[in-house]
Structure formats: structure tokens, C-alpha cells
């Protein structure tokens, strides 16, 4: 149900689709680097929790091959109802935030922006770490919803717009529960569940108007449009604010992408 605690942005609405887009074409590159370097590869048993579209289960089973495996999970896995069939990958709805995972098996356990938006997240990481063999590899990739600058704007006005609407964007999601400085938090929160070898990296860049990222921008402020109006804008400010996120005038700094990964005792 829309608004549910836990998920600003369910996946049952339209919007759903393009918010994958955008973060596949932001972000899939540099979570398969980092993926490659940390050592998946073939016979490598992974588990993708809150996979969404797809893009990271599919290029996982691609990469581990016939003799290793993906199980892919989502809250709401409607999404990946397209993705082409392959013997290793297998999807499953499951709630990360309540419900217990196969415990002790998998090389590698991943999820991307997920426990960001789960309420219960300390708990969700246990069941990760949990779900993991001995030697086998947490990595999270997560957001600093605060770290993000408006770097050029046609106006001050259009500007202080952006600020605005975003301000309201991260309200709203914070109000469903969700952590917008948990990227910044998951370094600690890796050592206080026992893995060892912890350690992060962040990734930034430049958003355009017009570009893939700020086409995530937009996503979201249609999809909470109803909710974004209570927090004070106008219809007409958010209309302004969604032609501005088109104007190659405009620039912002990207979300950025810290991975932290740990290794299970
Ligand atoms: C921002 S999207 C990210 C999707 C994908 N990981 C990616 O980066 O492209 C968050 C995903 O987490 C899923 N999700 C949210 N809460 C969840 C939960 N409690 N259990 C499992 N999945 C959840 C959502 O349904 C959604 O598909």
C-alpha cells in the first residue's frame, strides 16, 4: 500500500519502473567493478536482497556461471517478471525486515540501496551476516542522502527550488522510516555485527539536467507528488521543479554511492 511504513517508493506504482533505469545506468557499472574486484566469479553462491529490476541478479548469474548460484529477493519482485530465464537465477518475494533467510551458505550476500529504506535495519543486517558461510563477503551499497549539492542552476530561485523540493523528498522518506545518512553509518554498523575486514568506498559525479540522474530526481518527486504537496509545495512549484531537472542549465552532485563491504568471521 502506498505510504507504507518501511518503503517510500513501492514498487507496485508506474514509477517504479523508471527509478530502476535510472540507478541501473547511475550506478550498475560501479557495483560490478566492485563486485569483480572483491572476487565474484564463477562458482561464487550469491544472495541479491531487494534486487528490483533485475540488472545485478542477472549480471551476477551471468558471472558465476552453471556451478554458482543467485537467489534474488524483493519485497515486491514484479519487476524482474522480464528478465530472461537462466537455470542458476532464482526469485523469491521475501521481507527482508521479518522474514528469516537459508542461513550459512552463500560466498557473497548483496543488496543496494535497500536496508536504507528498511526501518528494521539492524535486524535485516543480522539476517544478512547470518545468511552468510564463514569467509563469505556482506557488501552494501548505500546512499548519503545529505551529501548533495547543487553545483549549477539557471537561477539563485531555481536553485533554492531544487533545495526545497529535495528537502521535502527526503521528509517524506524519512517519515516512512527510512535512514537518508545510513551510507555513512554502515561502516560501523558492519563492525558491530562481527564481520571483519571492513571497509568502504564512495563513488560521486555530476549530475545534468536531462541526464539519467536527475531522470531519478524526477522519478521520485512524481511518485511522492501527493505526499510532497503536504509538505507544504504547491503543484506549480513541483511542475517548475521537474522542468528544471530537464534544463542542461542545471547541475547537481549525484547521490553518493558508498560500498562497504565485511567478511563473516
Ligand atoms: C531503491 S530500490 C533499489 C533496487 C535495486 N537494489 C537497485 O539498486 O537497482 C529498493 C528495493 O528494495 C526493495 N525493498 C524495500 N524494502 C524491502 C524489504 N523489507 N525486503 C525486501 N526488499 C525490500 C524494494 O521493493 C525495491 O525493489
Redesign the pocket.
Known amino acids: 500500500m502506498p505510504g507504507t511504513p518501511?518503503?517510500a517508493?513501492?514498487?507496485t506504482s508506474e514509477h517504479?519502473g523508471g527509478?530502476?533505469d535510472a540507478?541501473?545506468t547511475c550506478?550498475d557499472p560501479v557495483?560490478f567493478a566492485r563486485l569483480a574486484d572483491l572476487g565474484v566469479a564463477a562458482g561464487t553462491r550469491c544472495l541479491?536482497?531487494?534486487?528490483?529490476?533485475g540488472?545485478?541478479a542477472g549480471w551476477l548469474a551471468d558471472r558465476v556461471g552453471p556451478s554458482g548460484s543467485v537467489l534474488a529477493?524483493?519485497?515486491?519482485p514484479r519487476?524482474m517478471d522480464g528478465l530472461p530465464e537462466r537455470p542458476n537465477l532464482r526469485v523469491v518475494r521475501?521481507?527482508?525486515?521479518?522474514e528469516d533467510l537459508p542461513e550459512g551458505g552463500f560466498d557473497l550476500v548483496h543488496?543496494?540501496?535497500?536496508l536504507l529504506?528498511?526501518p528494521e535495519r539492524l535486524a535485516?543486517l543480522d539476517r544478512l551476516v547470518r545468511a552468510l558461510r564463514p569467509g563469505g563477503r556482506l557488501v552494501l551499497?548505500e546512499f548519503d542522502c545529505g551529501w548533495i549539492s547543487v553545483l549549477a542552476a539557471p537561477t539563485p530561485e531555481a536553485a533554492a527550488l531544487f533545495e526545497r523540493t529535495h528537502d521535502a523528498v527526503m521528509t517524506v522518506v524519512s517519515r516512512a522510516g527510512a535512514d537518508i545518512h545510513w551510507g555513512l553509518r554502515t561502516y560501523g554498523a558492519l563492525r558491530a555485527a562481527g564481520l571483519t575486514d571492513v571497509a568502504s568506498v564512495t563513488y560521486a559525479e555530476s549530475w545534468t539536467g536531462g541526464s539519467p540522474g536527475t531522470q531519478l530526481h524526477q522519478v521520485n518527486i512524481r511518485q511522492l507528488a501527493e505526499r510532497l504537496l503536504g509538505e507544504g509545495l504547491t503543484p506549480d512549484r513541483l511542475e517548475r521543479c521537474l522542468r528544471l531537472l530537464d534544463d542542461p542549465a542545471f547541475a547537481v552532485s549525484s547521490y553518493p554511492l558508498i560500498t562497504t563491504w565485511g567478511t563473516r568471521p
Request: no cysteine.
Open positions: 518501511g518503503y517508493f513501492d514498487n517504479a527509478r530502476f540507478l541501473e550506478y557495483t541479491e536482497v531487494g534486487a528490483g529490476g540488472s545485478v529477493t524483493d519485497l515486491e519487476w521475501h521481507d527482508i525486515s521479518k543488496a543496494r540501496l535497500v529504506h528498511v535485516a551499497d
